[in-house]
């Protein structure tokens, strides 16, 4: 009996003795570091990343305040520095009537755009109706179908109705909906506990009052993605801008940097330090409003996935 209980402890711990000894055999490294090679290895991948994407900006902003001579000499630090640059932009063009347009419009544009496409997403998550799938699926095939498509029988609408010529076809369109945030707004929808509306629904709850007061305040992250892509889409949109506006006091943004590329660069004096410089003037905002609303962005997007 003595012999049998002594034996077992052995047993037991060969295997260990075992797996210990292969661990710390050299040139086998264990698992803490094959972890830490691993975090190193995406960390390193990660920063070659950014700096391929960070490199464009940081040479655009560069080269915005060099003098004439230097700007296409890819010193990323100027010898010569030349913040006038940014001066002359704001004296030598409406560069701050352009913001406040691309601002208002894009205001407008997005929160049409984010408030209808709420109220039809909400529509074909919440109800059960014949035909319920087609409609959707309808909605969703009017992705496919080009914008330019559409683009002369939309001009003809606006033409009839006077407004052809205004800012009104910038974000009008938009009261309507689009496909792509029904679509992203319907899945966000969709994942909200049904329990919350019925409960209501039994307090006496009006079906208005359950989008308003349940839905909206549970999706304000998808929400917000809706409003900062569209502003987003509406900021760098130069193709309606150009078929619709005549006045130069009502030029965005986008229409207003060809008028400076038209002024200063290819069409006048090759001045591309100016054209630059307003370049990132344009792009700052957009930096600003991802910087401010980031976190509920990356929130947003990792929240609003498949429901079915």
């Given at each position: 009996m003595a012999s049998h209980v002594s034996t077992t402890p052995l047993t037991e711990s060969a295997p260990a003795r075992s797996t210990a000894a292969t661990a710390s055999l050299p040139g086998r490294p264990g698992p803490r570091w094959s972890?830490?090679?691993?975090?190193?290895?995406?960390?390193?991948?990660?920063?070659?990343?950014?700096?391929?994407?960070?490199?464009?900006?940081?040479?655009?902003?560069s080269a915005s305040l060099k003098p004439?001579?230097?700007?296409f000499n890819n010193e990323l630090i100027p010898d010569v520095w030349a913040p006038e640059n940014y001066l002359r932009v704001w004296q030598e063009t409406e560069l701050l009537q352009w913001l406040t347009n691309s601002v208002v419009v894009g205001i407008a544009a997005a929160?049409?755009?984010?408030?209808?496409?709420?109220?039809?997403?909400?529509?074909?998550?919440?109800?059960?109706?014949?035909?319920?799938?087609?409609?959707?699926?309808?909605?969703?095939?009017?992705?496919?179908?080009?914008?330019?498509?559409?683009?002369?029988?939309?001009?003809?609408?606006?033409?009839?109705?006077?407004?052809?010529?205004?800012?009104v076809p910038l974000w009008a369109g938009n009261l309507?909906?689009?496909?792509?945030?029904?679509?992203?707004?319907?899945?966000?929808?969709?994942?909200?506990?049904?329990?919350?509306?019925?409960?209501?629904?039994?307090?006496?709850?009006?079906?208005?009052?359950?989008?308003?007061?349940i839905a909206v305040p549970l999706s304000r992250p998808a929400l917000l993605i809706t409003f900062i892509f569209e502003f987003q889409a509406s900021?760098?949109?130069?193709?309606?801008?150009?078929v619709y506006l005549r006045d130069p006091e009502l030029f965005t943004l986008p229409l207003g940097l060809k008028t400076v590329l038209d002024q200063f660069g290819q069409g006048g004096e090759r001045e591309w330090e100016i054209v630059l410089a307003a370049n990132v003037v344009a792009t700052v905002p957009m930096l600003l409003l991802f910087v401010i609303a980031g976190r509920y962005f990356v929130r947003g997007i990792s929240l609003t996935g498949s429901k079915e």
């Open positions: 972890s830490a090679l691993s975090r190193l290895a995406t960390a390193a991948v990660m920063t070659l990343v950014a700096v391929v994407f960070v490199y464009p900006l940081v040479w655009l902003v004439r001579p230097d700007v929160a049409a755009v984010t408030v209808s496409s709420a109220l039809v997403a909400f529509g074909f998550a919440y109800f059960h109706f014949p035909g319920r799938s087609f409609l959707f699926g309808l909605v969703l095939a009017t992705m496919m179908l080009p914008g330019a498509v559409t683009l002369i029988p939309t001009y003809v609408i606006w033409n009839e109705l006077g407004l052809a010529s205004t800012q309507f909906g689009s496909a792509f945030y029904i679509f992203l707004l319907r899945q966000f929808f969709r994942g909200l506990p049904r329990d919350l509306f019925e409960a209501a629904r039994i307090d006496g709850c009006g079906f208005f009052s359950l989008f308003w007061r900021w760098t949109d130069l193709l309606k801008p150009l």
